[in-house]
């Protein structure tokens, strides 16, 4: 019987793609701060009027994602990266929790104003 998929993924490419979502995670929450923070960025990453400038921050998302996907791929090709896996497990844990806090609104809402008088 002709099998569609492989039976096993290598271990390099599936490090790739944690370590992609990783860094997929920290281009959101930084995206989000600063698109909040400054309305030139905010017009600047708009590509679509109607939808406002989420339709930018998905696209920085998904090329954060696949060029780090690319790069990690093209360099832990065809090597033994079993010494990486702790290192980027713990890299996508920070990076959960970073995403998970740094997009709360009164985290990225956070603004220290001049006292008054």
Same mark, same amino acid.
């Given at each position: 019987?002709?099998?569609?998929?492989?039976?096993?993924?290598?271990?390099?490419?599936?490090?790739?793609?944690?370590?992609?979502?990783?860094?997929?995670?920290?281009? %959101?929450?930084?995206?989000? $701060? +600063? /698109?909040?923070?400054?309305?030139?960025?905010?017009?600047? @990453?708009?590509?679509?009027? &109607?939808?406002?400038?989420?339709?930018?921050?998905?696209?920085?998302?998904?090329? %954060?994602?696949?060029?780090? $996907? +690319? /790069?990690?791929?093209?360099?832990?090709?065809?090597?033994? @990266?079993?010494?990486?896996? &702790?290192?980027?497990?713990?890299?996508?844990?920070?990076?959960?929790?970073?995403?998970?806090?740094?997009?709360?609104?009164?985290?990225?809402?956070?603004?220290?104003?001049?006292?008054?008088?």
């Amino acid at each position: 019987m002709m099998s569609l998929f492989k039976q096993r993924i290598h271990e390099s490419f599936a490090l790739a793609a944690i370590l992609a979502a990783s860094s997929a995670l920290h281009a %959101a929450w930084i995206d989000n $701060l +600063l /698109i909040f923070k400054s309305d030139t960025i905010a017009q600047w @990453v708009t590509l679509n009027p &109607d939808i406002g400038p989420i339709s930018g921050l998905y696209v920085d998302v998904l090329g %954060a994602y696949f060029t780090t $996907l +690319l /790069i990690a791929t093209a360099f832990w090709r065809g090597r033994d @990266v079993s010494h990486w896996r &702790d290192r980027v497990f713990w890299f996508f844990l920070v990076s959960i929790i970073f995403f998970l806090f740094m997009t709360l609104p009164f985290v990225y809402g956070f603004a220290v104003n001049e006292p008054f008088g």
